[in-house]
Nanobody, 117 residues
């Protein structure tokens, strides 16, 4: 069973930055597609950013140019660096790992990020 543990969330002012981390409990982490999703109150969960084992990335239009996803396979960790934060970025952010087109997938417990002055 894979466990994903997020950290780094919190309260930040508009225009500020936060970096989220997600540590996995499995040594084959490097073989998984990794992603960050978020869910704001009253809204559906949405993909924010995704990174493949080979390092290919894609981003939601709303965060492209402001957020950066990266991974450190040696440390079984994926990061989400969030810059120029806006109030509409306020959400619970979830770490996600999957293989085999979602046949295997795991979620973190979520971390609350609030952007407010």
């Amino acid at each position: 069973q894979v466990q994903l543990v997020e950290s780094g969330g919190g309260l930040v002012q508009p225009g500020g930055s936060l970096t989220l981390s997600c540590a996995a409990s499995v040594s084959i982490f490097s073989r998984y597609n990794l992603g960050w999703y978020r869910q704001a109150p009253g809204k559906q969960r949405e993909l924010v950013a995704r990174i493949t084992p080979g390092g290919g990335v894609n981003y939601a239009d709303s965060v492209r140019g402001r957020f950066l996803i990266s991974r450190d396979n040696a440390k079984n960790t994926v990061f989400l660096q969030m810059n120029s934060l806006k109030p509409e970025d306020t959400a619970v952010y979830y770490c996600h790992a999957e293989r085999y087109s979602g046949a295997l997938e795991y979620w973190g417990q979520g971390t609350q990020d609030t952007v407010s002055s």
